[in-house]
C-alpha cells in the first residue's frame, strides 16, 4: 500500500518562474493538506482540499500560490513567480476523513524540497 | 490566538528514558499529535490523543491533560535512531489542521 506521494522531491527554479508541486494522497484518503517548512522551523499549514474543494486556505499567502484537487490527478501547489523566500520544502498530507480523531491521522509525503536560485 | 512549547533540545544516552513536554493554547482544540522528524525527512506519525490519560505504542507513549492543556511525549530504551525532532501539533476542530511548533531535537548518545 503506497503512502502518499509528491514529486518532484527537489525542484530548482529561477527568480520569476513557475513552481509545480505535485501530491498523490494515500490510497482512500481524499483529503489533502499542504505545509511548509523553512529551516529550522517547524511546518506551517497552507491550504486543506478535497476533491474539487478548497476548505481552508487560510495559510495561502494572497499572491502567487494557488492549489486544487481535481476530481482525477494528484493536487497540484502552483507557486507562480517564485522569489527567494520561497526556498523551503513544502509537505503534502492525506487523511481518509475530513473529521474525526486517531481515525483522521494525516501521513506526510517525503516533501518537495525547492531551491529558488 | 495559538502558542506551543516544547524544549527546543533534549539529550540523553541509550537505554534510558525521555520526557518531551508540550504545552499548548489554541483555540478550537480537538487532539493532540506526536510526529517525528530526521534531518532531511518527512513526519511520521507517533500518537494521537483525543482524551485525557495515556496512549501506549511500543516504546512510545504519549499523555494528555485537556484542563491543562498539557501533553507529553515519552520515549523508552532509547536507541541511536530516536535521535529526531520531535513536534507536538495541536488538531483544531472544524478543519483539523494541524498546528506545529518548532519542536524538540532530541540527541541520543552511546
Known amino acids: 500500500n503506497a503512502g502518499v506521494m509528491q514529486n518532484p522531491r527537489h525542484l530548482v527554479r529561477r527568480r520569476g518562474q513557475e513552481a509545480r508541486l505535485r501530491c498523490s494522497p494515500m490510497k482512500g484518503h481524499s483529503h489533502v493538506y499542504w505545509y511548509r517548512q523553512l529551516p529550522e522551523e517547524g511546518l506551517k499549514f497552507m491550504v486543506y482540499?478535497?476533491?474539487?474543494?478548497?476548505?481552508?486556505e487560510s495559510g495561502m499567502p494572497k499572491e502567487r500560490f494557488s492549489a486544487e484537487f481535481p476530481k482525477e490527478g494528484p493536487s497540484i501547489l502552483r507557486i507562480q513567480q517564485v522569489v527567494r523566500g520561497d526556498s523551503a520544502a513544502y509537505f503534502c498530507a492525506s487523511s481518509p476523513l475530513g473529521q474525526g480523531g486517531r481515525e483522521n491521522t494525516q501521513y506526510f509525503g517525503p516533501g518537495t524540497r525547492l531551491t529558488v536560485l | 490566538g495559538q502558542s506551543l512549547e516544547q524544549p527546543s533540545e533534549v539529550t540523553a544516552v541509550e537505554g534510558a528514558i525521555v520526557q518531551i513536554n508540550c504545552t499548548y493554547q489554541?483555540?478550537?482544540?480537538?487532539?493532540l499529535s506526536w510526529y517525528q522528524q530526521h534531518d532531511g525527512g518527512a513526519p511520521t506519525f507517533l500518537s494521537y490523543n483525543g482524551l485525557d490519560g495515556l496512549e501506549e505504542t511500543g516504546r512510545f507513549s504519549s499523555f494528555l491533560s485537556r484542563s491543562d492543556s498539557y501533553g507529553y511525549l515519552l520515549l523508552q530504551e532509547l536507541q541511536m535512531k530516536d535521535s529526531a525532532s520531535y513536534f507536538c501539533a495541536p488538531r483544531n476542530t472544524g478543519f483539523q489542521k494541524l498546528v506545529f511548533g518548532t519542536g524538540t531535537r532530541l540527541l541520543v548518545s552511546p
Open positions: 489554541t483555540s478550537g482544540f480537538y487532539g
Open positions: 482540499l478535497q476533491k474539487e474543494n478548497i476548505i481552508d
